[in-house]
């Protein structure tokens, strides 16, 4: 069993840098991938991106290319979003999810239905 748990978050201005970390515990990640969701209120959960764990490949969603960053630290076990040049409009709860081994296909990593695990989430605050 994989856990997976959110660190980082918070408040933040217009404009700003928050780094989100996720941590898999409970054994050595070997899965495919790990990805980020957020939902913002009163919305569905939408993706965000992706990053192939053996490959270190990255895959965005249009809304925030050029502006958020992942990358992992394998020994660590270890996937930061780095988001940049924030807007209100980031504002949402964040979660980190995993997926098992073998192979998925980009669009299979945009869809929440593929991961197998997430984490409890933690919240952004982009404020105006």
């Known amino acids: 069993q994989v856990q997976l748990v959110n660190s980082g978050g918070g408040l933040v201005q217009a404009g700003g840098s928050l780094r989100l970390s996720c941590t898999a515990s409970?054994?050595?990640?070997?899965?495919?991938?790990m990805g980020w969701f957020r939902q913002a209120p009163g919305k569905e959960r939408e993706f965000v991106g992706f990053i192939r764990w053996s490959l270190g490949s990255t895959y965005y969603a249009d809304s925030v290319q050029g502006r958020f960053t992942i990358s992992r630290d394998n020994a660590k076990n270890t996937v930061a979003l780095q988001m940049n040049s924030l807007k209100p409009e980031d504002t949402a709860v964040y979660y980190c999810?995993?997926?098992?081994?073998?192979?998925?296909?980009?669009?299979?990593?945009?869809?929440?239905?593929?991961?197998?695990?997430w984490g409890q989430g933690t919240q952004v605050t982009v404020s105006s």
């Open positions: 409970g054994r050595t990640f070997r899965g495919h991938a």
């Open positions: 999810a995993a997926v098992g081994p073998g192979f998925h296909s980009t669009e299979e990593l945009t869809t929440e239905r593929t991961y197998d695990y």
